[in-house]
Structure formats: C-alpha cells, structure tokens
T-cell receptor, first 116, second 114 residues
Framework: EPEVTQTPSHQVTQMGQEVILRCVPI?????FYWYRQILGQKVEFLVS????????KSEIFDDQFSVERPDGSNFTLKIRSTKLEDSAMYFC??????????????FGPGTRLTVT | DQQVKQNSPSLSVQEGRISILNCDYT??????FLWYKKYPAEGPTFLIS?????DKNEDGRFTVFLNKSAKHLSLHIVPSQPGDSAVYFC?????????????FGTGTRLTIIP
C-alpha cells in the first residue's frame, strides 16, 4: 500500500540553525500539507500546497518557514533559524480526489525536531 | 482557538464491548469530518470520514454519526479489540478547493481492557 515517507525520523539542531525536513508524498497525490504536534498538544496545521504554490498558511508559518517541491516526488519544509519553541513532531500529509477525497489526508510517520 | 473539542482525554472499555468517542465543533463552516487513530511515534492513520450531507457512515467495525444541529459527532467501535488501543483524533475541514486543511481535536486515549 502506498505511503507517505519522511526523513529524518529525528533531527537535533541548535537554536538559530537551519533545518530541512523532507517528505515523499504518495505518488499520484496533488495536495500536500505540513502539520506539527508539540508534545502533549494537538496536531496543528502549518501549510497547504497545491499546484506548486501555497494554498494557505497558519499564523505559525511565519517568514522563518518555507516549503518547496523541488522535483516530482519530494516536498520539503525549511525552518531558516530554529527557535526552542519549534521543537515538535512535524507531519507531512498528502491527499487527492483519486484516493476518495482530498480531505482524507494520509500522514507520514513524522520527524521529531529537537532544538537545543 | 478550540474549534474542535474532544472533552474526554481518556476512555477505557472492555474487549468486545462498544467504544464511543465523542467530538464537538463550533465552526459552522465545517462540512467534512474525519477520525484518525494514532499510535505513539507514528503519524495519524485515517480511519473513517463523513460529509455534512450525511448523518451516518459505516465501515466494518467503525461507524461515525454526525448531528449537525448539535455540532456533535461520535465514533463507535464495535466490538472493541485490544489493537484499537490508541489515541483517537477527531478532525474537521471546510470546503476550500486546493486547501482542505484539517483542524484537529486534542484526542482521546482509548484503552481496551482484555
């Protein structure tokens, strides 16, 4: 069964450093998302991406964040200068009408980002 | 900003009995609702969904009920099995082509007692 993959599974970085989180969505999906979950809190929407551009971003997704689909398979989230409060589990998700509904998003296993 | 609320942080159910998980929402623009299951150190796994034009959707042991007037939905699992022990998240979305972002609840930890 097709699945969303994410690398790395765990990233430790120092405050102020740049990190890039990578995702490979399900191959025929066209809608891509990043969410995050701070420990003990709910899963929060960060950004949606469709047709090679951002559809919507939350207030969390400030100028320090960016997303890119550099080729036909990868979808990346970059944090330019990490802060302690960026420590969280970051989930990539993808969806498409062909899978039933664009609402039915399929999530990757997540990248745990630890900022020290 | 608690547009989607799951008021029970945990629930314990005997194996074989029915598990009922509840979710309330406040945003009347939501028109699609989903339940996800999450194990530790894994991503959420899609379980079942319902559109606002329906009041019930069933898939095997899982049934979701939607009461639009009460802005309430519930997930029924019957019979409950030990493998159902996980955190269950309710999520909602409002139609917006190209951006079907999900708003999640805080989750309910379901424990099935053998």
């Amino acid at each position: 069964e097709p699945e969303v993959t994410q690398t790395p599974s765990h990233q430790v970085t120092q405050m102020g450093q740049e990190v890039i989180l990578r995702c490979v969505p399900i191959s025929n999906h066209l809608y891509f998302y990043w969410y995050r979950q701070i420990l003990g809190q709910k899963v929060e929407f960060l950004v949606s991406f469709y047709n090679n551009e951002i559809s919507e971003k939350s207030e969390i997704f400030d100028d320090q964040f960016s997303v890119e689909r550099p080729d036909g398979s990868n979808f990346t989230l970059k944090i330019r200068s990490t802060k302690l409060e960026d420590s969280a589990m970051y989930f990539c998700a993808s969806s498409d009408w062909a899978s039933g509904s664009p609402y039915e998003q399929y999530f990757g296993p997540g990248t745990r980002l630890t900022v020290t | 900003d608690q547009q989607v609320k799951q008021n029970s942080p945990s629930l314990s159910v005997q194996e074989g009995r029915i598990s009922i998980l509840n979710c309330d929402y406040t945003n009347s623009m939501f028109d699609y609702f989903l339940w996800y299951k999450k194990y530790p150190a894994e991503g959420p796994t899609f379980l079942i969904s319902i559109s606002s034009i329906k009041d019930k959707n069933e898939d095997g042991r899982f049934t979701v009920f939607l009461n639009k007037s009460a802005k309430h939905l519930s997930l029924h699992i019957v019979p409950s099995q030990p493998g159902d022990s996980a955190v269950y998240f309710c999520a909602a979305s409002a139609s917006n082509f190209g951006n079907e972002k999900l708003t999640f609840g805080t989750g309910t930890r379901l424990t099935i007692i053998p």
